[in-house]
């Protein structure tokens, strides 16, 4: 069962704010909202996470709503280096496997 | 720099010959893991380890061992390499009690 539902593809222009959904109507009490992206076959990459209240840090901001059911990741001047497929991941902190289950994610196309 | 790096990063072989893809980090970090990634399929999780000398199976460990003899050291080794073992592989790495994933570059296989 998907946890998670984003839109399989976006754009937005260089400059501006790109800002990707997720719903996540099945979240649990415990459990956080990450970020990933990969740039085409690299890696992938973590951008950032949270648990309830809206984070920030130099990527990006992440915002939750009140009742957790969904979030927006917020790439505030997207570059076109920012190309990717992002994926929004639901899970626990710790545990006694740290396995990332991505499912297929938003591409992000971000044209000049 | 942090990071994890993986050697080597291209390489073709054919069935049967024996092959290790070295994973290293630089970060301390008590855990590693590797995954596949092929197409329509995602990233599927191989094998982990929670710290040295422990290693456990993921979702599609068959084919496929690994040792963790060194903290920083996570070989992936295919004692007899099959076709359907070609695909794309990632190290990745993290401190315990933290989902924020370290993945390397990635390694491009290709059994003939």
């Known amino acids: ?112 | 720099e942090a990071q994890v790096t993986q050697n080597p990063r291209y390489l073709i072989t054919v069935t049967g010959k024996k092959l290790t893809v070295t994973c290293s980090q630089n970060m301390n970090h008590e855990y590693m893991s590797w995954y596949r990634q092929d197409p329509g399929l995602g990233l599927r999780q191989i094998y982990y380890s929670m710290n040295v000398e422990v290693t456990d199976k993921g979702d599609v460990p068959e084919g496929y061992k690994v040792s963790r003899k060194e903290k920083r050291n996570f070989p992936l080794i295919l004692e007899s390499p099959s076709p359907n073992q070609t695909s794309l592989y990632f190290c990745a790495s993290s401190k315990l009690g933290y989902n924020e994933q370290f993945f390397g570059p990635g390694t491009r296989l290709t059994v003939l």
């Open chain 1, 1 to 112: 069962d998907a946890k998670t539902t984003q839109p399989t593809s976006m754009d937005c222009a260089e400059g501006r704010a790109a800002n990707l959904p997720c719903n996540h109507s099945t979240i649990s009490g415990n459990e956080y909202v990450y970020w990933y992206r990969q740039i085409h076959s690299q890696g992938p990459q973590y951008i950032i996470h949270g648990l309830k209240n809206n984070e920030t840090n130099e990527m990006a901001s992440l915002i939750i709503t009140e009742d957790r059911k969904s979030s927006t990741l917020i790439l505030p001047h997207a570059t076109l280096r920012d190309t990717a497929v992002y994926y929004c991941i639901v899970m626990g902190s710790g545990g006694s496997n740290y396995k990332l289950t991505f499912g297929k994610g938003t591409l992000l196309t971000v044209n000049p």
